[in-house]
């Protein structure tokens, strides 16, 4: 059949992630946590550079036999910050480690806002606008240098 209506592919932006497949499937934490983390600061940079933050963060698991397992945790405050994805989808990844063996892993944040509202940081928590510098400095640093100029020792780290 033929369909005449006009194709227009530009819609909202419901969410931005990002997300790897392994050559061996993986089971431990321990391998699993240094990926989550660079896949966090992909998934931090992509909403920098689309002008938005997300309040809600996904993290995507797929077992040996193709199942996807999605975990979700929502309703924090809008951010852009690689850390702050980071620590839902570490927990999220720390309660799914049960010795199943994973093929793919990815994160993704969504509910998302315009960046203004992101990482303020409130009279509770003001160590976000301290955060939100520095992984400015950080950015600024690849920009000029590039990704691998600065790395975070977790990713590092040998399992």
Not at 21 to 33: A, I, P, Q
Not at 115 to 134: E, F, I, N, T
Request: charge should be positive; include cysteine.
């Amino acid at each position: 059949g033929e369909d005449h209506r006009k194709v227009t592919p530009e819609r909202e932006t419901k969410s931005i992630s990002a997300e790897t497949t392994f050559e061996t499937d993986l089971r431990s934490f321990d391998e699993l946590e240094p990926i989550l983390w660079r896949l966090s600061e992909k998934v931090s940079r992509r909403l920098k550079m689309a002008g938005l933050a997300g309040c809600s963060v996904t993290l995507k698991l797929k077992d040996k036999d193709f199942r996807l397992i999605p975990r979700t945790r929502s309703g924090f405050a809008p951010t852009q910050l690689a850390a702050r994805l980071f620590d839902p989808a570490r927990q999220l990844l720390k309660a799914s480690c049960d010795g199943t063996a994973f093929r793919l892993i990815g994160i993704g944040a969504a509910d998302l806002c315009d960046a203004v509202d992101a990482d303020k940081g409130d009279l509770a928590d003001q160590s976000v606008v301290r955060q939100a510098h520095m992984e400015a400095a950080i950015d600024k640093i690849r920009d000029k240098f590039g990704a691998g100029a600065l790395q975070k020792g977790i990713v590092l780290r040998k399992p």
